[in-house]
């Protein structure tokens, strides 16, 4: 039963404007979620993440947003550039040291 | 930034043969992770190990199996290797405790069994 969920398999967005990714989980054990980013043919790369006891945290221009009573967080991204086409990835982690992913979100910026 | 390796980058080999993926990190990292990822999935966790001489399977069944005789390394092996077998193995590590639930992975084995 896969515990993390992103719904959206695919974002296009032109450059400049808010790219927002959408990640939901099920489990609330969970207490600290990570985006991790992938461009083809390498391995994912850390982006940001939040603790369960934050609502957000930011880095340049990403900011992870995170809801807990709807077990609900998201990713802005802005603004987008082509750079930034790549995968996305969810992460959450509970007290295993184990980290449970989502599938996944192609986002493709456009010029 | 992290280092960790992973040989060969992609490999085609035909069905029966016996292969092993390599997998270093310099970092000194406990935890030892092995993922498989097919395109639009999401990473499925097949082998863990949180120190020398530790390994456990993971949350998706596979034929591979592992050791961790050296901190830094952990090889996976297909005794026999089956189409179904065909995917990216990506393997991670990460520290032991602390502040940090980040893992590093490397750039990925692409497996291809014809």
């Known amino acids: 039963d896969q515990q993390v969920k992103q719904n959206s398999p695919s974002l296009s967005v032109q450059e400049g404007r808010i790219s927002i990714l959408n990640c939901d989980y099920t489990?609330?054990?969970?207490?600290?979620f990570l985006w991790y980013k992938k461009y083809p043919a390498e391995g994912p790369t850390f982006l940001i993440s939040i603790s369960s006891i934050k609502d957000k945290n930011e880095d340049g221009r990403f900011t992870v947003f995170l809801n807990k009573s709807a077990k609900h967080l998201s990713l802005h991204i802005v603004p987008s550039q082509p750079g930034d086409s790549a995968v996305y990835f969810c992460?959450?982690?509970?007290?295993?040291?184990?980290?449970?992913f989502g599938a996944g979100t192609t986002v493709t910026v456009r010029a | 930034e992290a280092d960790i390796y992973q040989t060969p980058r992609y490999l085609v080999i035909g069905t029966g043969k016996k292969i092993t993926l390599e997998c270093s990190q310099t970092?000194?990292?406990?935890?030892m992770y092995w993922y498989q990822q097919d395109p639009g999935m999401e990473l499925h966790l097949i082998h863990y190990?949180?120190?020398?001489?530790?390994?456990e399977k993971g949350d998706l069944s596979s034929e591979s199996t592992v050791s961790r005789i050296r901190t830094e390394h952990f090889p996976l092996t297909l005794e026999s290797a089956r189409p179904s077998h065909t995917s990216q193995y990506l393997c991670?590590?990460?520290?032991?405790?602390?502040?940090?639930?980040?893992?590093?992975f490397g750039p990925g084995t692409r497996l291809t069994v014809t």
């Open positions: 970092m000194g990292h406990d935890k």
């Open positions: 190990s949180y120190g020398v001489n530790s390994t």
């Open positions: 992460a959450a982690y509970s007290n295993d040291y184990k980290l449970s």
């Open positions: 489990n609330s054990m969970f207490d600290y």
């Open positions: 991670a590590s990460s520290e032991m405790g602390g502040a940090s639930y980040e893992q590093y």
